[in-house]
């Protein structure tokens, strides 16, 4: 089997959409659809004391058929997290490429999995749904 290593550069930013007002329940939860781009504070992700960074290397799987065919790729990942933590929405614009589709959909699969260790962003002290990003590159050696 070869040897390989996932070299992972993570950053969340926003992909350019707007805030929009929004209506909360009573607990502070927001009850709009809309999702955010800017916050004041974005969402936090804690996995054992630990970043997401190693939460992906922990969790991520090479696929047997990516190493068998020696593909390589960086893979961008877009999510939401919504007020409660959770990830929805987990999209890269790599999905539907038959070449690196087993990467795209390992990618996916650990986002997903991030689900349980994210915290919500707030702006004007309000929970907010905001849109995130994350390239994960898979690297053969």
């Known amino acids: 089997m070869q040897i390989f290593r996932i070299f992972l550069l993570?950053?969340?930013f926003a992909s350019g959409e707007s805030i929009f007002a929004q209506t909360n329940d009573s607990d502070g939860v927001i009850m709009s659809d809309k999702i955010v781009a800017v916050a004041e504070t974005i969402p936090a992700f804690s996995y054992h004391g630990k970043g997401i960074s190693e939460f992906i290397?922990?969790?991520l799987n090479y696929p047997k058929s990516a190493?068998?065919?020696g593909i390589?790729?960086?893979i961008i990942v877009d999510f939401v997290v919504?007020?409660?933590g959770r990830v929805?929405?987990?999209i890269s614009k790599d999905d539907g490429n038959a070449r690196l589709q087993a990467l795209v959909d390992e990618a996916i699969r650990?986002?997903?999995l991030s689900s349980t260790y994210w915290s919500s962003g707030y702006s004007n002290g309000k929970k907010v749904r905001m849109r995130?990003?994350?390239p994960i590159t898979f690297k053969l050696e």
Do not use: P, W
């Open 10 to 12: 993570v950053f969340c």
């Open 57 to 59: 290397v922990d969790n």
């Open 67 to 69: 190493i068998k065919n």
């Open 72 to 74: 390589e790729a960086k």
């Open 82 to 84: 919504d007020t409660l």
């Open 88 to 90: 929805s929405n987990v």
């Open 110 to 112: 650990v986002l997903k």
């Open 132 to 134: 995130m990003r994350i």
